[in-house]
């Protein structure tokens, strides 16, 4: 007979995990307020108490009210609403640019470093988008494409993967090397063995920590772009767009962008210093200067 597991089992891995040694007490903290603003904005549709986009033009930059915890702006609009709301696609967009650049930069990666005849092109292809500002390529591109979520999403991406690339070509130069590689190849094991069985392994450990990295590089790019009018629509709410449209305000109503620029900042801290608890834990040179 199968047995139900008890309420809570599936947290366990997690919480084992947070009680290991690497995860201090702020890396500890940094998680409890992720999944504090992971959940408030995945349940945001629920427990908003108004719809972030209808307007009250008698009731317009007012400060907290019955009904607006953190006020209205502009439009009327709440403020509580919004930020909650507005945080769902931010962190859609820093999760999607994130999984998208590191898939792509590990085949790219595992290419050039695994075969030397295109190592040469690839690397020479990622120097070029590397010697262009992130921020004016992606704003080129969005302008390119047309305000979306997808062509900001391409936007972020695309600087991205050149830094995946050269993570990945620099441990599989390392790993080809390796004994147990000479020997798969002399033993004519196929070639997509030997990539997907021997140096695969070897790159998720950083490639774990540089998600961590472009997922709060992403969110704050997005937001960056649609405060510069280059993101997603304005009428989308969004981190970015909310501080964007209150910067004209901002003498009169600072909470405008001040309770977005919270939840922003939060999200970024958080972010990377679970991603500096991950380093620690995967990184094998660090745990023997440990012991």
Known sequence: MTQIPPPGSAMQPVLRVLRLPQFGLGARLAAVVLAIIVVLTLLGQWIAPH?????NPMARLQGPIEGHPLGTDNFGRDIFSRVLIGGQLSLVIGLATAVVSVLLGLVIGMVAGFFRAADAVIMRMMDALMAIPSILLAIALVA???????????????????????????????AREEPY??????????????????????????????GTYILASAILTEAILSFLGAGVSTETPTWGNIMAEGR?????????ILYPGIALSLCILSINLLGDAARDMLDPRLKKRAG
């Open 51 to 55: 719809d972030p986009l209808t307007m």
């Open 144 to 174: 390119l494409n047309g305000p979306s979520v997808g062509s900001v999403i391409a936007a972020i991406t695309i600087p991205e993967i050149p830094r995946v690339v050269r993570l990945v070509r620099a441990v599989v130069l390392s």
């Open 181 to 210: 590689v000479e020997a798969a190849i002399a033993l004519g094991t196929p070639m997509h063995r030997i990539l997907t069985r021997h140096l695969v392994p070897n790159t998720l450990a950083p490639l774990i920590v540089q």
């Open 248 to 256: 004209l305000f901002f003498r009169i109503k600072p909470e405008l």
